[in-house]
C-alpha cells in the first residue's frame, strides 16, 4: 500500500551568493585577440569575472551557502543539492565536500545535479518538492568556473558565479507559487566526455529556434500553475547573454517591459547553470515584498518556476549577496595571467612544480574534519582554544591531557602577525603569500593567503577571514586538495572601481 505524505508548501528562507573578486576587463581580450578575429571587439565592453586560481565550483558553492546561511545559522539541513556542469570530480561526490566544509556532513543527503544549463533550476524544483512533502530543509548550491577556448565568444561572455537558496516548509522569504518544465533534446551546444570545451551552435538558431518556441511553453506552464498573469510579474530572470533574446522573450509571453531583469553581462558575466540562480538571488535583494519574480533555467528543455515575496524579505537577506560581492571588485586587465592560471596556455613552470603531490587518502578521511572543515581544540578545562588540536592543552597553565573539544575556526575573524611574500617556493601565480594568523577568540595558525594584489600593503594587525580553496593540485592523477586560506577583509567597493 503507497504511503501517503502530506502536501504543504515550499518557499526560499534565505538566500545568499559569490562572485570572485578579480574582474577581467573584457576589452583586454578583444583586443589581444582582434588580429584573428576582429568581431571580437562588439563584444568588448564591461568585464568577467574570473576565479581565482585556487577556485572551482566546489569552493565558490561553499562561500556562497556560507553567505546564505550566516544570518540564520546550519542547524537542521536535511539534505544539500550542488549543481554544475563544472564539478571538479566525476567520481567522487562533490556536494559532500561542500557539506564537510560547512560542518553539516554526516546523516544528512546529499546529491550533484549535473549535464545541462538547467541544472541549476531544475535543483531548485526538486529541493521545492522535498520541502513541500515535508522533506526539507534543503540547501540548493550551484556554481560555475567554465573554460573557453581562446578568441572565442564564450570567453567574453562567459563569467564565473555562484548562487545559494535555503528551501523548507512554509513560505519563507519568497513563496513558490508554481513551477512547470519542458524536457526536449535541443541542443544549442554540448561538451562530449573529456573535451575541455564548449561546441556551440548558431546563435540566431538557438534564438529563435530554442528560446522563443521552448522558454514560452515552460513559463505559460508555470504561469498557469501559480495563477498569474503574465502582466504582474514584476521581476523576469532570462539568463542569457543574447542581447536581443531576453527582450524578445519578454514582449512574446506579455510581461512588462520594466520586469525584464539586467542579467549581469556587464558586470559579472554568464555563469552557466548557476547563472538563473544568481539573478534570482540579485532579484531578492531587490524585490519589495508581494512582488512576484519569474526565474527560467534554459537547457536541453526548459525549468520556469514562479515565487511571491513575502513580508519576511525586509528583515532577512545574505551576509554580502550578489549585490555586495560585485561590488567587492578589482579590475584586471592582464589577460595573459589569466590565460596561465588557467592552464590555456603551456606555461614552463619549473623544477620546482614538479614535485609529487600525491595525498593519501586514509590520511585525509582521518583528518577531515580538520582539513576540509577547519576544526581546531577547546580545552574543556581552562578554555584556550588551538589549533590544530592535539592530546595536550597548550597553555604552560594548564597542559592537560585529553581535554580537548572540537572547536571550528572557519568562520572565526582574525588578525595577521606575520607575512612572507615568497617567490622561491613554486605556486600557480607567484608569489606564494603566507603567515600567522591569530584568531580573535584565540589561537593561532601558520596559513596560506589568497587574493593578495601585487600591489597590496599588508601590516600587522590587518584583518583577515578564512575561505575554503584549492590547496594544490596533483596532475598526475586527476585529483586535487581542499583547506582554508586567509584573505584580507574588505568593505565595500575595491581600488579599480
Known sequence: MARE???????????????????????????????????????????????????????????????????????????????STTLPFQDRQNAGVVAEALHIAGAIGTLDIAGSQRAGTSALIAACQVAGGGGGPVLVASAEKRRTKAA???????????????????????????????????????????????????ERWVRDEGFMKIVPEAVAGALAAAGVEAGAIDHFCFPSPMRR?????????????????????????????????????????????????????????????????????????????ISGYLNRRRADADYHRYLGVNDLVALEHGLRSETDRQTGLTTLYRNRDMVLGLIGGKCSKCGTLQFPKANVCVNPNCHAADTQEDHSFSEMRATMRSYTADRLTYSVAPPAYYGMVQFEEGGRAMIDFTDIDADA?????????????VKDYDTRRGFRRYFWKATPVEEGPTAGD
Not at 67 to 83: K, M, N, T, V
Not at 170 to 195: C, M, N, P, W
Not at 457 to 469: I, K, T, W, Y
Open 152 to 202: 572565442s565568444a564564450l570567453e567574453l561572455t562567459t563569467g564565473d558565479a555562484a548562487a545559494a537558496l535555503l528551501v523548507g516548509e512554509g513560505d519563507g522569504v519568497a513563496k513558490l507559487l508554481g513551477h512547470a518544465t519542458r524536457s526536449i533534446d535541443f541542443v544549442d551546444h554540448y561538451r562530449g566526455q573529456d573535451e575541455r570545451f564548449d561546441y556551440v551552435w548558431e
Open 5 to 83: 505524505r502530506r502536501a504543504v508548501s515550499a518557499g526560499i528562507h534565505a538566500f545568499g551568493g559569490y562572485v570572485p573578486r578579480s574582474r577581467l576587463q573584457r576589452r583586454a581580450i578583444a583586443e589581444a585577440n582582434a588580429w584573428f578575429n576582429p568581431a571580437l571587439l562588439a563584444l568588448g565592453r564591461g568585464e568577467r569575472a574570473i576565479a581565482g586560481w585556487d577556485e572551482d565550483s566546489i569552493t565558490m558553492a561553499v562561500e556562497a551557502a556560507r553567505d546564505c546561511l550566516a544570518p540564520r545559522g546550519r542547524e537542521g539541513i536535511s539534505q544539500l543539492f550542488l549543481a
Open 245 to 321: 533574446a531576453g527582450p524578445g522573450v519578454a514582449k512574446k509571453l506579455g510581461l512588462a517591459e520594466h520586469s525584464l531583469r539586467d542579467n549581469l553581462q556587464g558586470t559579472c558575466g554568464e555563469a552557466g547553470a548557476a547563472h538563473p540562480l544568481v539573478m534570482l538571488v540579485h532579484a531578492l535583494e531587490d524585490a519589495a515584498p508581494g512582488e512576484r519574480i519569474l526565474v527560467v533555467g534554459f537547457g536541453q528543455g526548459c525549468d520556469a518556476l514562479v515565487f511571491e515575496s513575502t513580508g519576511a524579505l525586509a528583515s532577512a537577506g545574505p551576509q554580502r549577496g
Open 457 to 469: 600593503r599588508l601590516g600587522v594587525g590587518d584583518p583577515m577571514r578564512m575561505v575554503f580553496r
